[in-house]
DNA sequence: CGAATTTGACCAGCGC
DNA sequence: GCGCTGGTCAAATTCG
């Protein structure tokens, strides 16, 4: 059993790994940093028949893709405080994983963001988030705290931030202790993903941060 | 009582 | 064409 479990763990990783190689391909192409001002404001849906049904749409062109981003955290808890308020609206067993994976949406008025969170099968500690789209509004947790936040930026850093030192953490542990297949597969995430400047990314998800933390 | 979560059902896309 | 899987919806339930 156990050498069934070790090629399917490969073929998992292998799985992530493409999935995650993709997405920041995409981001690297540039779609990530110009994805504002599309507008997909009011749909007029009209049609409040097919409500159930609407997630089908246009027929003709395939759904098309959201720039996304992942990125593996190592933590305990599978909901990681980013500053912006989620709800969750569904969760689903995954195929090579004995963890579900959770599907939120952030809950302000008209933000078409997503994330996906999972659990790593090879590594339990390890969370792995996808955030698709971009937000269309400020952080709430910026408004709330008000502009003592962005005096101070070491309060308002995000658990993003702490995500990718986490992710280099995880690199740095590997390369200690390379006898550890699991964490190999981690640094292998990142070695082949190289990901792109944090602060792009913080920008590109906290607006704020771009306008008033970074020197 | 309103907001958030849970959970089963449904549908589209993809591989065989 | 069929079956499997991922993603979403919405009613029911729980929580603050």
């Not at 759904?63 to 599978?78: C, G, I, N």
């Amino acid at each position: 059993m156990e050498g069934a479990g070790e090629e399917e763990s490969a073929k998992y990783c292998k799985d992530v790994k493409e999935e995650l190689r993709e997405e920041v391909e995409e981001a690297k192409r540039g779609t990530m940093l110009n994805m504002v001002g599309e507008g997909g404001e009011a749909k007029q849906d009209d049609d409040d028949k097919h409500k159930k049904l609407n997630k089908a749409k246009k027929k003709g062109e395939k759904r098309q893709r959201e720039p996304r981003f992942a990125f593996m955290t190592k933590s305990e808890v599978d909901h990681l405080e980013d500053g912006y308020r989620w709800r969750k609206y569904g969760q689903k067993a995954v195929k090579n994983s004995p963890y579900p994976r959770s599907y939120y949406r952030c809950t302000t008025q008209r933000c078409p963001v997503k994330k996906r969170v999972e659990r790593s099968y090879q590594d339990p500690s390890v969370v792995i988030t996808t955030y698709e789209g971009q937000h269309t509004h400020v952080c709430p947790a910026n408004v709330r705290a008000g502009s003592h936040m962005l005096a101070d930026p070491s309060t308002m850093v995000p658990s993003i931030m702490h995500s990718d030192m986490l992710l280099h953490q995880l690199v740095h542990n590997n390369t200690n202790n390379k006898s550890s297949p699991n964490s190999g597969c981690s640094a292998l995430l990142h070695n082949q993903l190289q990901l792109p400047d944090p602060y792009d990314l913080l920008q590109c998800f906290i607006p704020s941060f771009a306008n008033g933390s970074q020197p």
